[in-house]
Each structure stands twice: as structure tokens, then as C-alpha cells.
């Protein structure tokens, strides 16, 4: 069995009427996965064809919905993968009463 053939059968077990550009769908995911993160990809085609399906998406319209996630996906300017580091907010009244030994000391 072939993915469209996986597609096809899919469409009948979910009970829709779908078409699938297979061929998009894995470029989008591919380019999605390297620039954003691994799980980008699965998450951006499910999200496209929630678009397509939200607005009645003709195929034109399915390819220029892909178009603007995959302009997303290649000016992410984070690493992909990368977490977000939290930076914990210190009051200055914590640093003046914090006790340091004299081997910390800076002066």
C-alpha cells in the first residue's frame, strides 16, 4: 500500500471527503521539523487542514495556505528545538539580605 492509497482508505474510515497532496504535506512537515521543532511537522499539516477545512479550501487555496506556514517555518528565528529559559525575577531587597562567604566576594 502506497500513502495515497493510505490516504484514500483514511478518508473512507474517518467517514470524509478529502484530497491530500502527499507530496506538500511531507515537504511542509520536513521543512517545519528542521526550523521549528520535531513534533512542528504532524502539528502544521494538522493545522493546515484545519484552515482548509474552516475556510472550504479548493486546492489552490490548501497551496496557498501551505505557502504562508512554510514562509513561518523558514524565518523562525529560534533554533529548532530550543526551550524557552525562564528568567527568574530577583527583588532587590533579596540580593542586598542574601549572605555571601568572602571567597564570593567580587571586592
Known sequence: MNL?????ELCDALDIEAEADEGLLGDLAGIT???VHPAAGPVTAFLLGFAAGEQG???D?????????????????RPAGAVDVEVEDVEVDELAAAE????????
Do not use: R
Open 4 to 8: 495515497h492509497d493510505w490516504i484514500d
Open 33 to 35: 521539523h528542521e526550523n
Open 57 to 59: 479550501a479548493d486546492p
Open 61 to 77: 487555496a490548501v497551496e496557498l495556505l501551505a505557502a504562508k506556514a512554510q514562509t513561518l517555518a523558514e524565518s523562525w528565528d
Open 100 to 107: 555571601y562567604d568572602d571567597e564570593d566576594s567580587l571586592v
